[in-house]
């Protein structure tokens, strides 16, 4: 029952983002529901399919969880290492400087990073559908990027070395606050040996 509630959750929330992917259907979407109503919709979808994803992924960890491997022990120090690089990132992403400017996509190079960590620390099936389908995603969000004719929305500014400070900063107190505080009251398991 857990895992069929994981699916339909990746399958609203990241069939939600694919539709960004597909510019001519958003266009029609934008275009037909008017540009506020569209982002309201497309805000629902993603927090639907969170909570999905969410309940699913729990219920799936309570009640049927499916070993396939058991990951050594150092995976789960590189995706200790690995997630204080994806917050980073995904930090860069809304402080732009020079990190922004070297990975061009840097929310996206975060969740990729978030994906394949957990990848690498989690040998059951469960983890397997989640975080393998999010990196799948990325990964084609990042070929539509590459192929994308529009605009996609005004130009952001980027800064310079001060937002990648800030970025590292901001990112490494969100990566604290979610080894310490999150990720073990959330998901119910220490990450770094509390």
């Given amino acids: 029952m857990g895992l ?3 699916i339909l959750g990746l399958i609203v929330f ?3 983002h694919a539709v960004t992917m597909v510019r001519p259907t958003r266009e029609a979407l934008v ?3 008017g540009p506020g109503p569209y982002k309201g919709l497309y805000a629902v979808v993603a927090v639907v399919g ?4 969410g309940y699913g992924f729990a219920t799936y960890r309570a009640t049927g969880w499916i070993p396939l491997w058991n990951p050594p022990t150092g995976m789960r120090h590189a995706t ?3 997630m204080w690089l994806s917050i980073v990132c995904v930090a860069a ?5 020079n990190i ?3 990975l061009k996509h840097p929310m996206l190079v975060g969740v990729k990073l978030w994906a394949f960590a957990h990848l690498l620390s989690n040998g059951d099936l469960g983890s397997m559908i989640l975080f393998g389908a999010v990196l799948a995603w990325a990964v084609a969000d990042r070929i539509s990027l590459k192929r994308r004719t529009d605009p996609g929305g ?3 500014p980027v800064g310079g070395w001060k937002n990648d400070v800030a970025a590292v900063v901001v990112g490494s107190l969100v990566y604290l606050a979610l080894a310490f505080v999150f990720h073990p009251l959330v998901i119910g398991v220490p990450v770094l040996g509390v």
Avoid: E, F, S
């Fill in 80 to 82: 200790v290492a690995l």
């Fill in 4 to 6: 069929a509630i994981l």
């Fill in 100 to 102: 922004k400017r070297m």
């Fill in 154 to 156: 005004p130009p952001i």
């Fill in 93 to 97: 992403a809304y402080l732009p400087g």
């Fill in 50 to 53: 969170l909570y999905l994803i």
């Fill in 31 to 33: 275009d037909r529901l």
């Fill in 14 to 16: 990241l069939g939600g």
